[in-house]
């Protein structure tokens, strides 16, 4: 995974984290955000807040750096006995596309930089909280208000490569890769290609190779 960065305002967070033992979820809940907006946000602003990345559903972006204290779950109060920004990453995920439906693809790939996270400091999946466990904030909104979206994010945390090869679906066209959106668009422009209605695609990667194929092939010019 491709991690780009852009440092935040110094201003924005603290010290040296002591030890790194949770991560946080969080959302950006502004419609059609992107990750790179958010970091320069950050870099910008006075804000008195931060986190350590940010993801939609084509790139990773690092603010605070790894090592730092990013101001991302402090309250007065908590829920969670341990989970603090001293010992805790936070990843907040561009959730809500610009009709503010959940971008799944944004999901997706928070939960490869997750995994990635876990792995890198030995983190267990049931250290990995939502901003809502650690604080009682309702965020990320959508995996409050859908604990079964939270679930499945989970359930991407601990799969094999090829189950989550296998589980890969593109529910709308913004959420499929650029390299198969020209294809995809061309074949919905012709009509060949509707869906389940109200725009939900939902085509495995698989499919999606094989209607490229053809489309280099030529199948889809007439």
Known sequence: MTIQTKQCNRVNYGGTRAATRYIVVHYTSNRGDTAKNNVDYFARENVGASAHFFVDEKETWSSVPEAGVAWHCGAK??????????????VEICMNDKKGKVHQASIDRAALLVRALM???????????????VTGKHCPGPMVDDPALWTAFRAKLTQTEQ?????MRYKYYDDMPDWAQ????KLMDKGYLKGEGDGVLNLSEDTLKVLVVCDRAGLYKA
Not at 79 to 85: F, G, K, M, T, W
Not at 119 to 133: E, G, N, Q, S, T
Not at 163 to 167: C, F, H, L, R, V
Not at 182 to 185: A, L, M, S
Request: net charge negative.
């Open 119 to 133: 792995a890198k400091y030995d983190i267990p999946v049931d250290r990995v909280l939502r901003h809502y466990d």
């Open 182 to 185: 020209p294809t995809v668009k």
């Open 77 to 90: 109060s908590y829920r969670h006995p341990e989970c603090r920004n001293s010992n805790a990453l936070g």
């Open 163 to 167: 189950e989550e090869k296998d589980d």
